[in-house]
């Protein structure tokens, strides 16, 4: 294997009090700020040394953070023999930075190359820390020799080596494309010297967990290669939490929880349910979900609490809830019925919806999931839609602001409908393709098409009430304005404030004739000579004043 000779540099950004301490010299990655008891291989960053650490390392990690210590600690030790630094910065400390990189939460991490900044799509636990970052430092794709396949093998938890004769070959493009894709998620290799015991071309996945190892066994495409790697990468019954949730919802298939409290309970149920997993791999993930932590996620996939154990199917691309039913018994014949049904197609989602409202005539309409249909998608209108939480503090408070923003839309609610809906007591209804993020959701679905439009701007009545007049097929019978105060009715603008753009200035669209000569000579003369410059300027285009 080809070792690589650049640095990598991870930043840390995130919110803490003043016991951050002073920074590090980005001279000394290794030293640790004065104040802090022990030594650490995390760089502190401040104003002073930001620019020149990360224009310095042509590739870091930085985290702008509210601490991720001591996953962070970790990783930065474990990483340090490989010249990846990780860095650090206090943003209550160094608000200028974290503007400048358009820090928006805490924490933020970055990974830096030369000063670029990028995304970084790791876990925040350490192994996944260093797992990521031990990609980014690697060539998406490392050629090696017969002597160094075998260490490469557990360089990592899930390691991808292809075999191949020569890298000419169609199926060595197909894999390289595959590894080029896949870089940020897996360590993928490859050798052209002859390995005992494998026949080239060949593709095999090393893994650290169940059987430990996979052999390709189909068709040398993309799409075929691609499938293989992250099927196999998948733990057959991994335990489910915060640091993988997201890997699961972004690989599409559908997800099977099996909630179990205690140690026994997991491991009776988990000897009933695995295999069923292993018959269904490749079609649906399955995954065990520890209930004394994380219980309360039974109810988004519409199943009671506090009634273990418990299993339900999750569609995660329309986000669809298959319970199974919580008086039977959790065994493999049943929950193998269970899975047969949903993969023919023979079971109906479980739709979360409350009652609907007896009356719905304030200016705000309330939507629950029985309604959705037929409020939401009602294409005689432009309806803007809000999806929030009651525990959620922004929600609480746009509140007051949707409501003002229902009480315009009275002048023109025969075109549009302002409307809200809680999204954790509703599920969206089949057929509509679109996830909720987070709370607060807002949505425009446009009349006539109900195609959607994303709002993501300030959650002010200004900026709400702009958004529709730009974007509502009915904009054109929006004609409410913010209504001003009486107490600022009178205020006078201050000429410091006002700002003239001339270029905007038409000059045949300027009126001279009402001058009064008698009131105001000067301006008078100063019409007069404005009066012979329309003529100057449409000859020069407008060009100048």
């Known amino acids: 294997m080809r070792p690589s000779s650049s640095t990598l540099l991870l930043v840390l950004l995130a919110a803490v009090g003043p016991a951050a301490g002073a920074a590090s010299s980005a001279a000394d990655a290794s030293s640790s700020p004065a104040a802090d008891a022990a030594a650490s291989d995390v760089v502190v960053l401040t104003a002073e040394t930001f620019k020149s650490f990360a224009d310095a ?38 608000q200028e930075i974290c503007n400048e990189q358009d820090v928006r939460g805490f924490p933020t991490l970055k990974v830096f ?37 075998e260490g490469f093998k557990t360089s990592d938890k899930v390691v991808v080596i292809g075999y191949f004769s020569d890298k000419i070959s169609k199926k060595f493009k197909a894999f390289e494309e595959v ?9 993928f290799g490859f050798t052209n010297d002859k390995i005992e015991g494998v026949k080239a071309p060949a593709v095999v996945l090393y893994k650290t967990f169940d059987e430990g190892i996979e052999t390709f066994g189909g068709k040398f495409t993309f799409e075929n290669l691609t499938d ?58 399955f995954v065990y979900i520890d209930a004394a932590r994380f219980g309360g996620h039974a109810s988004n996939l519409n199943l009671k609490e506090n009634a273990w154990p418990a299993f339900a199917i999750q569609e995660t691309v329309q986000m669809l809830k298959y319970p199974f039913d919580q008086e039977k018994d959790i065994t493999t014949e049943a929950i193998q019925a269970f899975v047969d049904a949903y993969l023919a197609g023979e079971l109906e989602p479980s739709l979360k919806s409350q009652a609907v409202p007896e009356t719905n005539e304030e200016p705000v309409k309330v939507v629950v999931g029985t309604t959705f249909n037929k409020i939401v998608m009602d294409k005689t209108k432009d309806v803007f839609l809000e ?17 003002q923003l229902g009480k315009l839309s009275e002048k023109f609610n025969d075109s549009v409908t302002i409307a809200k ?44 009430l702009e958004f529709l007049k730009e ?39 300027l009126d001279l004739e009402d001058v009064d000569e008698e009131e105001d000579e000067s ?20 060009n100048e004043l």
């Open 471 to 509: 974007n509502a097929a009915n904009a054109d019978k929006i004609v409410a304005d913010v209504p001003v105060s009486p107490d600022d009715a009178d205020d006078k603008v201050d000429g410091d404030d006002l700002e003239f753009d001339f270029d905007e200035l038409d000059l045949e669209d």
């Open 387 to 403: 999806i929030y939480a009651p525990w959620c503090g922004h929600c609480r408070k746009l509140a007051p602001v949707w409501e």
């Open 179 to 187: 590894a080029n894709a896949l870089r940020d998620d897996y360590v």
């Open 113 to 149: 190359r030369k000063g670029v900044a990028a995304e970084y799509k790791g876990t925040r636990k350490a192994d996944g820390i260093i797992g990521y970052m031990k990609k980014q430092s690697l060539p998406a794709l490392s050629e090696l020799k017969a002597a160094e396949v």
């Open 228 to 285: 293989f790697v992250r099927v196999a990468a998948t733990p057959l019954m991994d335990d489910i939490g915060p640091e993988n949730y997201q890997s699961y919802m972004q690989a599409g298939r559908p997800l099977a929880y099996l909630f179990f409290k205690g140690d026994e309970q997991r491991k009776t149920l988990g000897a009933a349910v695995e295999p069923v997993a292993k018959s269904a791999k490749g079609k649906v993930s």
């Open 523 to 542: 301006a008078a003369a100063e019409a007069t000579k404005a009066e012979k410059k329309p003529a100057a300027a449409a000859d020069a285009g407008h």
């Open 57 to 94: 390392e042509p590739l870091s990690l930085i985290e702008f953070y509210a601490p991720l210590a001591p996953e962070y600690e970790v990783a930065a030790t474990t990483l340090k023999p490989s010249n990846v630094k990780l860095a650090k910065v206090d943003c209550m400390a160094e």
């Open 421 to 464: 809906m809680d999204g954790t007591e509703n599920d969206l209804p089949i057929g509509v393709n679109f996830q909720i993020p987070g709370f607060p959701t807002l949505k425009l679905f446009k009349a006539g098409t109900n195609e959607i439009v994303d709002f993501d701007g300030d959650r002010t009545l200004e900026d709400l």
